[in-house]
């Protein structure tokens, strides 16, 4: 993409994330994810919250926490993939103990 001089926009990094995440392909998504921390979108709200759904969705239990840990701001949104995941992955202790955790954010 950016040898053809077509550079990324808030909407690039959370649309390829999704589409990862449905392939469940996490291997390509951490390399994704090594552009995303080179660029000015490594607080974008929306790129934050797809790249946690990611690593939620194609199982990367201890990157999705991680990430979300190193969050600089946690706003509610972010805190719908983690729980969300958890639970897809059969982690109910841990959806409920992010449930929990999230209260202090509402």
């Not at 190193?70 to 958890?86: A, C, D, H, K, Q």
Request: charged residues 25%.
């Amino acid at each position: 993409m950016c040898t053809a001089r077509i550079f990324p926009d808030s909407s690039t990094f959370p649309s390829v994330f999704k589409s990862i995440a449905r392939l469940g392909r996490g291997d390509i998504g951490k390399s994704i994810h090594c552009c995303v921390v080179k660029t000015s979108f490594v607080s974008d709200i929306y790129t934050n919250t797809a790249l946690v759904h990611m690593c939620c969705t194609c199982l990367l239990p201890d990157e999705d926490r991680q990430m979300f840990d190193e969050m600089p701001e946690r706003y509610t949104v972010f805190w719908n993939p983690l729980i969300s995941g958890y639970a897809h992955n059969r982690k109910f202790r841990e959806a409920i103990d992010a449930f929990r955790d999230s209260k202090d954010y509402w």
